[in-house]
């Protein structure tokens, strides 16, 4: 029989002519036969190159096959590549006025601990018809890695109560595609944010609730540290250091250990201003650090013998702080709202500024969560082995698509909104694939032939299909990239 070649196969999954597999062990011939493919030797070129700033990121489709198939052969789920621990609350967003912000004693722009006196305000901004958001900073941040990276591909740990909270939590996560594995208590409802909208002003008020009591026990359970111990990459809030400062510390040893980076978001000034200690002995674990220009001032302050406490100057002072793992020298991001993002990296005598990509005033909605969005889009650029300034424009792009929500929803473009060209550039793209697996209706939408296959070689090709459907559809919903590689 003669053989047919694609050039996104090796030869010997579409035909048996070429290097049989082997009839004894055919998994494992198998797995073997498509290794290439697998570590990336073989391009898939539906994913669009490179990152622009307006540009929506599209699936990685290489990770995504390569977790089909280890599921396929060993049965088991593949390893979450980032694990995210901090604190997540229910955001109860809704409009408010100034009778509301005077009855609880609130200020409009403003961000508070919930006391005895602030719990009825959750009943009644759900009451002004609020809006329900799986929130908390580092949950944010794990919502807007998740939305870039392939599916399955974010963890986050924190703890919930056992109520309704909880179970909108579940529910959103589960439809960002973010996995979670909560702490579920008995004694303590869900942690809620209430935001009053006045405006362009957001007042929070937070009641932590079961969110404060983390264990490390919990993290330390053989199904959840087995999680820790798969990942590729650790994220830790700064918020939860007010909660569990061994938890951080367990997973910054193990990165250390194991030379898996460790990145920490600063969260907020009172972090490093009231919690200098635990901050303190975390920072030797730190590989990456998010913070903003506020932030960054009032660590500066705690520092001794700091005598540039300009934003560079802070953030090579920040990289410079000893670690535990030498091997990777500590990058510093440090954002400051519409002014360049600064960056400082352990061992280089200058910084690097990244200008950040303005939007229309009139199209932002909400700016609460851009620093959580922003992270979250570095992250994903991180994870996924892009160079700094690739992360940066992911940061900023994902900041700027939270921007125009109502928090950092993260919600896909409308399909109406596709202009025709865009269309067009994802039909050409798709034309570099075998032309037997590719038809284009008379309109130019892309459409996959349905045709019947059977043992590896069908499922080679339906994931093909799957995977190219799953590009065109997250391209047409995310508005398409402006350039194609």
Known sequence: ?????????????????????????PLVSAYRSIHSFVRGDYPWSVSPQPWTHEAAPAPHDRHTFRKRLFERFFGKMAPYRLLVLENPLLDIQAVGDDKLLNKYGLKANDAILAEEKHLGIYADLESRDAKLIAGGAAQNTARGAQYILSPSSVV????????????????ACKQA???????????HPTGRCGVVITGHDRSMCTDLAAANHYTLDHLKQPQIWSHAQKAEMFYVGGYHLTVSPPAAMALGEEAASTGKPFAFGMGAPFIPSFFAEPLGKLFPYCDYIFCN?????????????????????????????????????????????????????GGESKTHEFPVHAIDPKEINDTNGAGDAFAGGFLAGLVDGKDLKTCVDMGQWLAALGLRELGPSYIPYAKANIQVDVMRRTVS?????????????????PGIQQEPAKGLKGFARREMRRQAQFNIRGMVLRNGPEEWS
């Open 177 to 187: 595609g973010l996995a979670t594995e909560y702490l579920r208590l008995d004694s």
């Open 1 to 25: 029989m003669k053989a047919r070649f694609s050039p996104l196969f090796p030869a010997n999954i579409l035909s048996r002519s070429r290097t049989p597999l082997s009839p004894r062990l």
């Open 156 to 171: 986050y740990l924190g703890a919930v109560g056992k109520d309704s909270y909880a179970d909108t939590l579940d529910s």
């Open 293 to 345: 220009e506020t932030e960054a001032g009032a660590w500066a302050e705690k520092q001794e013998n700091i005598s540039d406490k300009s934003i560079p100057g802070i953030a090579k002072a920040m990289a410079a702080v000893p670690k535990k793992n030498t091997k990777r020298a500590r990058t510093v991001i440090i954002s400051q709202g519409t002014d360049p993002t600064v960056i400082a990296i």
């Open 429 to 445: 793209r798709l034309s570099t694939l075998p032309h037997e697996l590719l038809e284009v209706s008379p309109q130019g939408a």
